[in-house]
């Protein structure tokens, strides 16, 4: 069985170790503070802060952050989502112990220097611009923003140039000394390492902070009223969500939801909506459904892009697939089938161990324990027909929809 070592620091800081025979290691450092977690004059300003974490500490330039690890073939990066910002390095094991400490250092010693700053808010201008000019990702942020109006989900990560223009570093320093704080952090680590050695590693590269804790508490998003809206984008295909609000993290229908999202429209050729959409009526070259949980809520979706006469007929067709998947219980084989594939798309995704590295260490800050693959693969082949349809039933009962024409 499949075993993960797990520890805390005395700063609250928690711990995962998997051993493995590999000569690659990789770390990675993942706080519970997104964007979800900026007041209203904030917005941006978490994935600024994880920009500027390369952008000098004190005890280095930016230059030398960015070569520190690559420079031996090495790799630091980091990414920012609505409830977590993450910053990971690979190496080699040989390294590991200058990746575990230029991690601590760009998190606990940025300096956020507004002459690098400025620079760097020209950089996330025109990474917002790239997302406006793709349809695809741009309806995504706006469906989102306006399933979650007036929540803290609802805005987007990457702010707006005017609220980039109103963060400096005192304000970047604000919102990570009132969010990164020790009790909401997990150091996740993999490679040939020994559980006693990584122990020690952590405590010399992030056991000496001081203890911190949260102060505040995230919001539930209220109730909303589905909508069905067209924008009018000048694009050259329409392009079209259809989603709702779903199960939050630590909710058991979360696993028979994620078992449906894939039956419906997961990456596989043979998912519902790719058979009846692309392949028997040769309507779209896209179209997926997709599954995020946050917190205490979630968002499911289905996206298609299509020729702009085809569009009603793709939502026609998704609406029968939904409806049939709400009146019919899955027979014993289409179950048995579904569950196969689900838990074989799991098992080849975590042969990166990447992914995987970063997987348990969000789930350990989510729920506070990680289950080895053998334990999600029986809950996974526990799950029954009638949970399908319940879930079904409850999260796709009054969809909104967006499309962009």
Excluded at 126 to 145: C, G, L, Q, W
Excluded at 360 to 365: D, F, P
């Amino acid at each position: 069985m499949e075993e993960f070592y797990t520890y805390r620091l005395s700063n609250g800081i928690r711990g995962i170790h998997r051993r493995t025979k590999s000569g690659v290691a990789r770390c990675a450092l993942a706080i519970n503070a997104g964007s979800r977690d900026e007041l209203a004059s904030e917005h941006g300003i978490a994935h600024f802060a994880e920009h500027g974490f390369f952008k000098g500490t004190e005890h280095r330039k930016a230059h030398q952050v960015n070569c520190r690890l690559e420079n031996r073939g090495g790799e630091l990066n980091a990414y920012t989502t609505k409830e977590d910002t993450t910053i990971h390095a690979t190496v080699l094991r040989e390294d590991f112990r200058k990746a575990a400490e230029l991690i601590s250092d760009v998190v606990f010693h940025s300096t956020f220097p507004d002459n690098e700053l400025n620079k760097e808010r020209e950089v996330i201008l025109d990474e917002i611009n790239t997302y406006r000019d793709s349809p695809m990702d741009n309806i995504y942020d706006t469906f989102e923003d306006m399933l979650f109006e007036g929540s803290e989900l609802g805005h987007n990560i990457l702010g707006t140039p005017r609220d980039l223009r109103r963060i400096d570093s005192r304000a970047i320093h604000r919102f990570t000394e009132r969010t990164h704080t020790t009790d909401q952090m997990v150091f996740a680590s993999i490679g040939n390492i020994s559980e006693r050695r990584i122990v020690e590693l952590a405590e010399q590269y992030f056991g000496g902070y001081k203890t911190t804790s949260r102060q505040y508490q995230r919001v539930a998003p209220s109730p909303y009223q589905p909508f069905d809206k067209s924008l009018n984008r000048h694009t050259h295909q329409a392009h079209c969500i259809i989603g709702s609000r779903a199960y939050g993290l630590n909710e058991k229908k979360r696993l028979p939801f994620s078992l449906l999202t894939n039956i419906l429209g997961g990456p596989s050729a043979n998912s519902r909506l790719n058979v009846n959409v692309r392949e028997k009526q040769g309507l779209t070259y896209n179209i997926e459904a997709s599954y995020t949980a946050y917190c205490d809520c979630g968002i499911a979706v289905i996206y298609f892009s299509s020729d702009h006469e085809n569009s009603a007929r793709c939502r026609e067709i998704i609406a029968s697939e939904i409806k049939q998947l709400q009146a019919t219980r899955l027979t014993t084989r289409q179950l048995a089938q579904a569950k196969r594939q689900f838990i074989a798309q799991m098992a080849i995704s975590t042969e990166g161990s990447e992914n995987y590295m970063l997987g348990v260490g969000k789930s350990l800050l989510a729920h506070g324990e990680v289950d080895t693959l053998e334990e999600v693969y029986r809950k996974i082949d526990a799950v029954s027909a009638s949970e399908i349809l319940e879930t079904a039933n409850e999260v796709w009962a009054a969809p909104s929809a967006l499309l962009y024409r």
